[in-house]
């Protein structure tokens, strides 16, 4: 049976606005934040290295942390000095936190115990939420019964059965294995497109955030370097860490030439058309599945170098060329399933070239 959409926020809202941010702890500031605005429904993925603030962002919004300074908005109420169980917001942790002694159906019933519903409304919520995440037979069963993606679509419906304007979610799929991580990220995406619940996904898993999100908030250091669709911070990275920390890039510094292209210590990297004046100084990125690697001849361009090693990974071959002046390139190769266009081994002499329309410029400055 369809699950029922009134698991849709009552009051249809969602919106949340950040501003000023500044939080940390025993004295050292671990967040400053300058302005975030998450849109009413949408999905946004909050990514990064660990350190980075991150998830002391989501406990500021959640109210688990008081910051020192700025406040949080939502739905034009300010709830920064409110308690979280006054914030209406669902949250569901790393490590789920069910309760071993409950059943199923009480873990996800504790919610809308604590705000009093009657029993019959409390019964009809429960169903809805079990229906929504796919575990209608399993309303009397007991977490330690339970796989560990079962476990987190728990977690899940307990969360959603509050019916929350804003649903944080803390790394939720970091404990499970790489195959039920990949389906729960399916699973993830079709609630909240069905439900229009606005999520807040933590993670440092750049994969999970680019298949899962509307938007990116790509933190480092305290503070969002980029906030963009999943294709904008990939194809279009604003700064020389987001460019490396989204995928992976090779990134190359020098002199613009009198041509456009750029001179980085004897590497002439064409640019296409970029805007850079020549003279001045500029940094720029190629990510790796763009570059392509050649056996030399004479009829054959690229920057001349040797493989130092190559890794197989299932769906594509990663590959480190060792460029005469001991620099390094990483290419990735993807797998045509043949064997025939696999990269060539260790030792072997190749030229690696690319599209000068696929060079990212990430920096510039005139002379």
């Not at 919106?15 to 975030?36: K, S, W």
């Not at 849109?39 to 290295?49: D, H, N, T």
């Not at 100084?281 to 990510?287: D, F, G, K, P, S």
């Not at 690696?352 to 510039?364: C, K």
């Amino acid at each position: 049976m369809e699950p029922d959409l009134r698991l849709t926020p009552e009051e249809g809202g969602g919106h949340v606005e950040i501003e000023g941010l500044a939080a940390g702890y025993d004295g050292a500031r671990v967040l400053d934040l300058d302005r975030l605005s998450i849109r009413k429904g949408e999905f946004l993925s909050i990514l990064g290295p660990s350190g980075c603030g991150k998830t002391t962002l989501l406990n500021c919004v959640a109210g688990f942390v008081q910051p020192t300074a700025g406040r949080i908005v939502i739905d034009g109420s300010d709830v920064t000095a409110r308690p979280p169980y006054r914030r209406g917001l669902g949250m569901v942790f790393q490590n789920y936190a069910l309760f071993p002694h409950m059943t199923v159906a009480a873990n996800v019933a504790y919610g809308l115990r604590v705000r009093r519903l009657d029993r019959r409304e409390r019964d009809e919520r429960v169903r809805e939420a079990l229906s929504l995440v796919g575990l209608e037979g399993y309303a009397g069963r007991r977490p330690r019964q339970l796989s560990g993606g079962q476990q987190q679509r728990v977690a899940l419906a307990r969360a959603l059965a509050i019916r929350p304007a804003v649903l944080l979610l803390d790394e939720p799929l970091s404990n499970l294995d790489a195959k039920l991580r990949r389906e729960m990220r399916v699973e993830l995406r079709a609630i909240q497109r069905r439900i229009g619940t606005t999520m807040v996904f933590v993670t440092h898993d750049q994969e999970e955030a680019l298949a899962l999100s509307d938007r990116v908030a790509v933190m480092n250091g305290g503070r969002v370097e980029q906030l963009g669709t999943p294709d904008e911070v990939y194809r279009r990275p604003a700064t020389r860490f987001v460019a490396q920390f989204i995928g992976a890039a090779n990134v190359l510094e020098g002199t613009v030439t009198g041509s456009g292209a750029l001179d980085s210590g004897g590497i002439v990297v064409e640019c296409g058309p970029l805007p850079l004046r020549p003279g001045g100084r500029a940094v720029v990125a190629v990510r790796p599945e763009r570059i392509r690697l050649a056996t030399p001849g004479p009829d054959v361009s690229g920057l001349a170098g040797t493989v130092g090693y190559r890794a197989f990974a299932g769906d594509a071959w990663h590959v480190e060329v060792r460029l005469a002046d001991g620099r390094t390139l990483s290419v990735q190769v993807a797998d045509t399933g043949g064997g025939a266009a696999d990269p060539p081994g260790a030792g072997t002499s190749v030229l690696a070239h690319w599209d000068p329309a696929d060079v990212i410029l990430l920096e510039t400055e005139a002379r």
